[in-house]
Nanobody
Framework: QVQLGESGGGLVQAGASLRLSCAVSGHTGSLYAVGWFRQPPGKEREYVGAISWTGGSTYYANSVKGRFTISRDTSRNTVTLQMNSLKPEDTALYYC??????????????????WGQGTQVTVSS
């Protein structure tokens, strides 16, 4: 079991950048992957991307590909979501999660992963 905590959210203008961090604690030796999800106002939670904890391979939703970058620091047990060229439609509550792959399945079945509490990102036009 791992525990996760997000930080770095805030209010920015369209076109700006923001970096979110996810601190992972607990039994990190059993980690397979860490993913990012977001839930826009009034909408369902959606997959943003994920990173393999051991190999570092990254995967992204088409909506963020080329703008968002996920990285991890295994020595500090942190995962970072670098968001560039932000758009108003990126406004959402952002969560990090950890569990066995595929990360794309966690949104539909949240019990497959451990989740943080979320951090709000608001992009104004």
């Amino acid at each position: 079991q791992v525990q996760l905590g997000e930080s770095g959210g805030g209010l920015v203008q369209a076109g700006a950048s923001l970096r979110l961090s996810c601190a992972v604690s607990g039994h990190t030796g059993s980690l397979y992957a860490v993913g990012w999800f977001r839930q826009p106002p009034g909408k369902e939670r959606e997959y943003v991307g994920a990173i393999s904890w051991t190999g570092g391979s990254t995967y992204y939703a088409n909506s963020v590909k080329g703008r968002f970058t996920i990285s991890r620091d295994t020595s500090r047990n942190t995962v970072t979501l670098q968001m560039n060229s932000l758009k108003p439609e990126d406004t959402a509550l952002y969560y990090c999660a950890a569990g066995p792959p595929p990360a794309t399945a966690w949104g539909k079945d949240p019990n497959r992963a451990s989740w943080g509490q979320g951090t709000q990102v608001t992009v104004s036009s």
